[in-house]
């Protein structure tokens, strides 16, 4: 399994199981409270892709590696992160989904002062939610997410939940030329206008189609985070039955996805309960196949020959423990809207956003081509952006998220975690939250959170060119 993010006490756990015993959950050590410290060195570095034999692919890495490390953090325990710029540009790192104060937020201009070339910054926070998030810059964000700066973010239930293991899935998708580096030409008027900068490998932990080794009859937690730039997955697993357990970190009432297809836009994160119920030996394909005709085998999980860890199948799998969201109430709601305008239009015609308070800033990305609400705010964040609506402390907002354009966006919201009322006028089940809500063409989506944190926050596409064109607003809470 050299490709897992092992979780050592899962481990042990999963030991403990294989040898005959019960799934222990008491494992865990004593509960620490001091302040967890860890360090992040940004820099250009080497990946490879096709394991340790293959060729080497310039990237640009935290703590040399393509994905950054995956850091495991306990939920309520304060963490402190030093981050050190050793790119000759500048950046910054962002904790996505975690609800932290808004000088931690890491967008560059809007929050903090970008980290300098050599510089250092240091974030500290205490993660109220457990769940599964991940980091990535928002300085230049096209290009430094695009050359493979992301890593996940785990936090820790403060009660442990039982699974024989528990791993992780970074997906990152990369647009490589015939010599397997990085293609040029971040941010084209053809990406930025129609589907994004969509790539041609898609890597898990940093490598492209390796089998993941499993073993009959464990039952795994998976956490799916999709770090790519523009790719919308839309994940099966053959003869398996995932169930979901959570999105974007918070979970949900558990539930079998739809078709059985796992969609995960960009900067999603989907923790599923998989039971491995396949053969001793068997081989079952994972398949892509979220854009038509485009079908592709992403990885194969291969069994190995050991008997099955349990004779029986366990029972349904049960939910995870709700993070402390604060309960949003609508009968004193404030009602927002932001409207998705832009793109490429049938015909291959700019949608007409003439007319926007453009911000753009000329030459740069090829400008905007996309607008919210007739504003086009381009780039990662900057100084001086005017919030396109402010909201007292302690106030429920209910947001309305309409997608005029004919393309699908994964729109992100910083600080706050959403919850999903209805789409399209159906209600949404589940009692599900989320930071990223992918909003396919024409889509009407209905939320609502308390705005208990004050700040500037951003609001945009996380299909990165789409940002970067005008797909982005602030909006502030006092
Ligand atoms: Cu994942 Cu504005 O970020
Ligand atoms: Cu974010
Ligand atoms: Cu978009």
Known sequence: ??????????????????????????????????????????????????????????????????????????????????????????????WHGIRLRNAMDGVPGLTQQPIRPGESFVYEFTPPDAGTFWYHPHADSLVQIGRGL?????????????????????????????????????GGMMDASMSGRVG??????????????VRAGERVRLRLANASLARIMALRFEGHRPVVLAIDGQPCDPHEPEDGRLVLAPAMRIDIAL??????????????????????????LAYDQTSPLRAHPLAAPVALPRNPLPEPDLSNAIRQEIVLQGGMMGGGKLAGIGGMMGMGMPGMNGG???????????????????????LERGATCHLTMRNETAWWHPMHVHGFSLSVLSRNGSPVPRRQWQDTVLLAPKDTVECAFVADNPGDWMLH??????????????????
């Open 368 to 390: 905007a081509a996309w607008a919210i609400n007739g504003m086009s705010m381009t780039g990662d964040g900057h100084a001086g952006m005017a919030p396109q609506f402010t």
């Open 275 to 300: 039971d491995m119920q396949g053969d001793p030996g068997s081989r079952h394909d994972v398949i892509d196949d979220f854009y038509d005709g485009l079908a592709y085998r992403l990885t194969t």
């Open 1 to 94: 399994m050299k490709y897992d993010f092992k979780y050592h006490l899962s481990r042990r756990a999963f030991l403990a199981a294989a040898a005959g015993a019960a799934i222990s959950a008491s494992l865990r050590p004593a509960r620490a409270s001091a302040v967890d410290e860890r360090q992040i060195k940004v820099a250009p570095g080497e990946a490879r892709f096709s394991g340790k034999a293959g060729p080497p692919t310039a990237v640009w890495v935290y703590n040399g590696a393509v994905p950054g490390p995956a850091f495991r953090l306990r939920q309520g325990q304060p963490v402190r992160i030093a981050v050190e710029n050793r790119l000759s540009e500048d950046t910054t790192v962002h």
């Open 200 to 213: 041609n490998l898609v890597t898990i932990n940093g490598q492209a189609s390796a089998d993941q080794n």
């Open 461 to 478: 596409c996380h299909v990165a060119d789409h940002q970067m064109a005008g797909l982005m607003t602030v909006f502030r809470v006092t």
């Open 150 to 186: 992301a890593g996940p973010l785990i936090v820790e239930e403060a009660e442990p939940v039982a699974f024989d293991r528990d791993l992780l899935w970074l997906l990152q998708d990369w647009r490589l030329n015939s010599d397997g580096q990085i293609a040029g030409g971040f």
